[in-house]
């Protein structure tokens, strides 16, 4: 029956109906004494006295505790570096951000905790065809992270495995379009590189909110059964690299030189040109003036001419000057010996034996030559002032 019902003049508390404000300790002693009476554990007797009216107050207050309790489990923390995904009757609602939030108590909505900054990773080994089919033994990394949680969480079933899944697709593919050698000597950088750029393109098409941090291959050899013939080809390939280098180091020594000799053959052509042509300007300006002087006193100048030739043939060679017709004595010379000397010696001795035979003889026929030229030359003279 309720407390308010025409004729009643108390409330639930004991108060009677009037306007004076209840007393709070009262009705919390008041309330006290009901709930021990109910659970029988108070003075007021046992729980066999209960009434409707008692029951009822112990089921709204059971009620009320238990809604708040409800509404409180929706109050949840998100922590630095994760995205809360909250769903609501199982459809994606929200994402919130790190910080305390609060959402709708189960069975009405549900958060899902995402690690959006921390590195995942994926390690694989496989076999894969290059280019010029040959069989490679690839083991590679990949590092990755979740760049849209929502995206993780709802838009593929497992992103995890569709990135391993990418990761070998794209190795294959780019492995396939590239040589043997190519992938295993310097062009790893580029392998990596390409693959990241691949799984990032098929991993968006997907909408798995993934992102490719960074891309590892650790190891690309043949495969065990060809190891040893893959090492031979290795040695020759570097002998050859080897060869090569030495040959070109030879060449950069040689060629230099070469090009220096060939600079300088090549200079002394055009200094022995140089000087022939000069030489022979100047043998031509001479012969030009000879010729002049020849048209004026032909006699002379041919004599002069002689006189010259022999002095540059006598002068070049050892030689020995007697005056047989004006010597009154015979001498005698050790000519083998002057003859044989050479050098410094040749003209040595041939200023000793002309010493020994006597300056006045030299004298004299240097008088006689210098004589029979002044007379050829007066001579010459004479006929052309005639003509």
């Known amino acids: 029956m309720p407390w308010n019902e025409p004729g009643k003049d108390k409330d639930p508390w004991g108060q009677r109906n ?18 021990n009476g109910i659970l029988g554990s108070g003075k007021g007797g046992s729980g066999k006295n209960r009434g409707p009216e008692d029951i009822s107050g112990i089921a709204i207050i059971a009620v009320i505790a238990l809604i708040v309790v409800w509404l409180l ?28 939030h609060w959402r709708m108590p189960w069975p009405i909505d549900a958060v899902t905790m995402v ?12 076999k ?3 280019e010029d089919e040959n069989i490679i033994a690839i083991s590679y990394e990949a590092q990755y992270n979740i760049k849209d949680a929502q995206a993780y969480t ?7 495995l569709t990135l391993k899944q990418a990761a070998e697709s794209a190795f294959r593919e780019v492995v396939g379009r590239n040589k ?4 295993i000597t310097e062009g790893r ?14 991993l968006d098409s997907y909408n798995t909110g993934l992102n490719v941090l960074q891309v590892n291959l650790n190891e690309a050899q043949p495969p065990e059964e060809v190891q040893d013939a893959f090492a031979d080809a290795i040695k020759a390939r570097e002998d050859q690299q080897r060869i090569i280098n030495e040959a070109n180091a030879y060449r950069n020594d040689i060629v230099p030189k070469a090009r220096g000799d060939a600079q300088s053959m090549l200079e002394d052509a055009e200094a022995y040109r140089t000087r022939v042509l000069k030489s022979s300007e100047g ?21 002069r001419l002689y006189l010259d030739s022999m002095e540059k043939v006598m002068g070049e060679n050892a030689k020995v000057i007697m005056d047989s017709s004006n010597s009154g004595n015979l001498m005698y010379l050790p000519l083998d010996k002057l003859m044989n000397r050479s050098g410094n010696n040749s003209s040595s001795v041939q200023r000793s034996a002309q010493g020994e035979l006597g300056s006045s003889n030299s004298t004299r026929l240097r008088r006689d030559i210098l004589d029979e030229f002044n007379r050829n030359s007066s001579r010459s003279r004479s006929r052309e002032t005639r003509k």
């Open 18 to 35: 009037n306007d004076a404000p209840p007393d709070l300790d009262e009705i919390f002693n008041k309330l006290k004494k009901k709930l």
């Open 73 to 100: 489990s929706g109050i949840y923390i998100v922590d630095e570096g994760q995205r809360g995904v909250v769903t609501r009757f199982g459809a994606k609602a929200e994402m919130t951000m790190p910080g305390p």
């Open 115 to 126: 690690n959006v900054e921390g590195v995942r990773r994926v390690n694989h080994k496989s």
């Open 128 to 130: 894969m065809l290059t």
């Open 154 to 160: 709802f838009d593929v079933r497992d992103p995890d």
């Open 180 to 183: 043997m050698d190519f992938i």
């Open 189 to 202: 950088t580029e392998v990596t590189a390409e693959t990241k750029n691949i799984m990032q393109t098929i």
């Open 283 to 303: 043998e031509t300006e001479r012969f030009s003036k000879l010729l002049a002087e020849y048209k004026l006193a032909p006699e002379v100048t041919r004599e």
